[in-house]
């Protein structure tokens, strides 16, 4: 198995007169659904494929109520997901306003397995 790419070009957003360059880009072969990991995950365990979506239901609730408080979830050796925030700067701490918060995202961080799969990548160009 090897991640597929293609290349693409593009110009430095700094310098837009520079020659643009070619880089990689990742591309999808389709997608895993919950039903179809819930099948490979009952072949691996004695769950049964209503079981692991109940269970994947139930974590997917359960973080979303974390992150939600503030808290970092941590799944073990897995990762953690984290809220984190972008905002528009204020001359002092008295002036900021929440409404100047103009992006929020959950960042994943991949736990010790998934960050050394990173390493025995193979790539194939497509």
Same mark, same amino acid.
């Given at each position: 198995?090897s991640v597929?790419?293609?290349?693409v070009?593009? @110009?430095?957003?700094?310098?837009?007169?520079?020659p643009?360059?070619w880089?990689a880009?990742?591309?999808?072969?389709?997608e895993?659904t919950?039903?179809?990991?819930?099948?490979s995950?009952?072949?691996m365990?004695a769950l049964?494929?209503?079981?692991v979506?109940? @269970?994947?239901?139930a974590?997917?609730k359960?973080m979303?109520?974390?992150?939600?408080d503030?808290?970092?979830?941590?799944?073990g050796?897995?990762?953690?997901?984290?809220v984190t925030?972008s905002?528009e700067?204020?001359?002092?701490?008295?002036?900021?306003n929440? @409404?100047?918060?103009?992006?929020v995202k959950?960042?994943?961080r991949p736990g010790?397995?998934?960050r050394d799969?990173?390493?025995t990548l193979?790539?194939?160009?497509?």
């Amino acid at each position: 198995m090897s991640v597929k790419y293609s290349l693409v070009q593009r @110009a430095n957003p700094q310098k837009r007169q520079d020659p643009k360059k070619w880089y990689a880009q990742a591309e999808s072969t389709g997608e895993i659904t919950s039903k179809e990991l819930g099948k490979s995950i009952e072949e691996m365990t004695a769950l049964t494929e209503p079981d692991v979506i109940a @269970a994947t239901t139930a974590l997917r609730k359960a973080m979303a109520r974390g992150l939600a408080d503030g808290k970092i979830v941590r799944l073990g050796d897995f990762g953690s997901f984290q809220v984190t925030l972008s905002s528009e700067g204020s001359d002092s701490k008295d002036k900021f306003n929440p @409404a100047t918060i103009d992006s929020v995202k959950i960042v994943f961080r991949p736990g010790t397995e998934l960050r050394d799969l990173l390493t025995t990548l193979k790539f194939e160009k497509i």
